[in-house]
């Protein structure tokens, strides 16, 4: 898969229309097909999922395993199978729109109650409003889906290991055993 | 003859699967001159070809094939698919095991005996015990290179020792060291010493874990009386109208059937398949399949009582790093009833990758409570359980309505916790806990089992053909030249981790099935 590299910035007008936003909901300007991050430089073509629908499932995807120290472009990069599976499957494609509708319609009676105003998921600002919607859908196949493809798509990915202080592969380094393996003096 | 052997040559002994009992059992009979056929449902990936990444290897290495799942275990609900972590390959588990090497306890060949009646368990005590099995043990851990035995010196202590070990001590448990393990703390046998890279589980490159890929099986075929045929998976053992087994049914690596003949017949494809085939090898003669005059064959799946206990300490750990088990626990192996239970456990260092822990270390689970732990990843210590649990004849393996890629009925894995398990798996969450907490963790993780890698007694040993499918020889009670030679033997589970056992038996079996073909008792 491609998350591609950009380089533009910011206007004054994308950063007015995202007060009240989750970060990456601001952060984020979606085109015909596709979804841009100019201020994290990445964007992707989209082939089946719309790029609203996908922009929700990548904050739903931080929201269900938040690491804040994970950038989006890692959560994207784990929901992009989505979007592959769903061009060659109008059941999926189905199940992942209708399920994010449904998140939309669900924030938007909580932005309502709360005094938020009407809109979607991502016009949720605080992440316990959108894990309590989360908590009432977890049962149903949409977020079984996403939070299953997600174990894999996102923890597997190599580039983030470091972030957690993982190594990886070590037998092409000869393994630990000169390289720290009892290293700790602190018990 | 020498190998490899005619399809029509009915001379042979036909082993089903190359892991411990299976490929031990090539080996000790290609060295005494018997013509051996090994079928191996996996392919040959020799050691240069593990891969150190988890889930690469074990799209490598496990059986994947069709695999259903019932009971009320957590494993159905979460791996409904996967209830067992085991391999299909040259080698079968032996390449993914840890090496961890322990004896039975001689209260545990007695389980009935010393437990007494426990309410819904089908205890028995095994028709053979402690003394009788005490020179296969010994060979068995000259053989495999285990650690504290022959006097070679226990492996070093990694950092998730050094934890665990310094937790434990301030508890006051004293039967406290880095184990008995069948990895080489020096170099023997040809191989080299433990590097801790720290991938035990993905295959060991450095071959210096034990694993029948590399030492029993090219050792027996460097005799020209063994031959391991990988890529042929057995459908089906055929017999002849006097009810002697004649040869097996498998399909190669391009879906391809043939016939091998076989004088002698040997399942071990662990305590799911091997039931499972024999299940699956039903005829008019046998309507309930080969062996099974009780009714015996995949009843009483046991899968140990297992947990982890992972902790997080405001300190760098970097548990992955090293051997991933060697580090032990036995004072709670014993058997003590005052702790509400029957049979005992053991605690073992344990650590996984980041993508492991992600998928194990709360199955379903999500949020930051779930991710916090992660975060904290290289300051987490980690440890396995495993202990006794009890026989049930409701937890079986059974033929399912799904079908595997020939269309033969896949295996449907149902197991329940029993009382004491439950009762035995909280004590030692308890417990686990405890020794992490000594040591200053500031959080603390009770995991629920995985996918089972300790898979037994689903064609278990009794000395009443009525109670069980083999006798004190794996030999089929009802079946002269049909013979189980893998774990699913156990007539109980003991609380040591099993392989070492299933090594001495098939050493043992060894002698026996030589001694009966000399006899032409078979």
């Not at chain 1, 841009?36 to 499932?57: D, F, I, R």
């Not at chain 2, 009925?409 to 405890?434: C, E, I, K, L």
Request: aromatic share 10%.
């Amino acid at each position: 898969m491609k998350i591609d590299t950009l380089n533009q910035g910011v206007n004054r007008r994308d950063f007015l229309a995202a007060s009240g936003k989750t970060a990456l909901g601001a952060a984020m300007v979606v085109g015909a097909g596709t979804l841009v991050v100019p201020s994290q430089g990445w964007g992707m073509e989209l082939k089946s999922l719309k790029p609203e629908t996908m922009a929700t499932m990548i904050q739903m995807a931080r929201d269900i395993y938040p690491h804040d120290r994970v950038a989006d472009k890692y959560y994207a990069k784990a929901m992009r199978a989505h979007d592959d599976t769903g061009a060659g499957d109008a059941d999926t494609l189905a199940m992942l729109e209708d399920g994010v509708a449904e998140l939309n319609a669900r924030a938007g009676k909580v932005g309502m109650e709360k005094g938020y105003g009407s809109g979607g998921y991502l016009d949720l600002g605080w992440e316990a409003d959108r894990v309590a919607i989360l908590r009432d859908i977890e049962d149903s196949g949409f977020f079984q889906a996403m939070r299953g493809s997600l174990v894999v798509g996102l923890y597997n990915q190599k580039a983030i290991w470091p972030l957690f202080g993982y190594e990886g592969a070590s037998a092409h380094l000869g393994g630990y055993v000169e390289r720290g393996f009892d290293d700790i003096d602190w018990v | 003859m020498a190998a490899p052997y005619d399809l029509n040559d009915d001379s042979v002994v036909v082993i089903i699967g190359s892991g411990a009992g299976g490929g031990t059992l090539g080996n000790e009979l290609a060295q005494k001159g018997i013509d051996t056929v090994i079928l191996e449902a996996g392919g040959r990936h020799e050691a240069e070809e593990f891969i150190n990444d988890e889930w690469a290897s074990f799209g490598q290495l496990a059986w994947l094939d069709k695999r259903t799942t019932s009971g009320d275990w957590r494993v159905a609900k979460d791996f409904s698919g996967l209830p067992a972590w085991i391999v299909k390959a040259v080698g079968g588990s032996t390449t993914h095991w840890a090496g961890a090497s322990l004896r039975f306890q001689e209260h545990e060949w007695k389980a009935k005996t010393n437990y007494g009646d426990v309410e819904g368990a089908s205890l028995l005590d095994w028709p053979i015990d402690g003394e009788e099995m005490a020179p296969y043990y010994a060979k068995a851990e000259d053989k495999m290179g285990v650690t504290n035995t022959n006097g070679i010196p226990p492996l070093p202590g990694n950092n998730n020792y050094k934890v665990f070990e310094a937790g434990a001590k301030k508890l006051g448990y004293e039967r406290v060291h880095t184990g008995n393990m069948a990895i080489n703390s020096q170099d023997r046998d040809g191989r080299t010493s433990c590097q801790q890279s720290g991938f035990c589980f993905q295959g060991c490159k450095f071959s210096a874990k034990w694993s029948t890929l590399y030492t029993e099986i090219p050792k027996g075929e460097a005799t020209g009386k063994l031959e391991v045929r990988a890529n042929a998976h057995v459908l089906q053992i055929q017999h002849d109208d006097s009810g002697k087994v004649t040869g097996v049914l498998y399909a190669d690596k391009d879906g391809n059937q043939h016939v091998q003949k076989a004088r002698v017949v040997a399942v071990a494809g662990n305590s799911i398949e091997s039931p499972r085939l024999l299940l699956n090898s039903e005829t008019s003669m046998f309507k309930d399949g080969l062996a099974n005059s009780s009714g015996m064959v995949g009843k009483n799946y046991m899968r140990h009582m297992t947990a982890s206990v992972y902790a997080v300490f405001d300190k760098p750990v970097n548990f992955y790093r090293g051997t991933t088990m060697a580090g032990i626990v036995q004072d709670e192996s014993r058997h003590d009833p005052s702790r509400g239970f029957v049979g005992g456990y053991e605690m073992e260092t344990l650590a996984l990758g980041l993508p492991f822990m992600a998928a194990f270390l709360n199955p379903g689970g999500w949020g930051r409570e779930f991710t916090s732990a992660l975060d904290m990843y290289d300051h987490m210590a980690g440890m396995w359980i495993v202990g006794e649990d009890m026989p049930q004849e409701s937890n079986a393996i059974t033929l399912s309505d799904a079908k595997d890629q020939y269309g033969l009925p896949a295996p449907n894995v149902h197991f329940s916790d029993h009382a004491n398990d439950v009762a035995m798996r909280n004590h030692a969450w308890r417990q686990g806990t405890a020794i992490y907490d000594a040591v200053g963790a500031t959080a603390t993780y009770p995991t629920p089992p995985y996918p089972s890698t300790h898979n037994l007694g689903t064609n278990r040993m009794s000395a009443d053909a009525k109670d069980g499918v083999v006798n004190k020889w794996g030999q089929t009670h009802d079946i002269a030249n049909l013979f189980v030679s893998d774990g699913s033997q156990f007539t109980t589970g003991a609380a040591e981790n099993p392989t070492l056992t299933i090594v001495s038996l098939a050493i043992r079996q060894a002698d026996y099935i030589a001694e009966q073909m000399s006899q032409k008792n078979i």
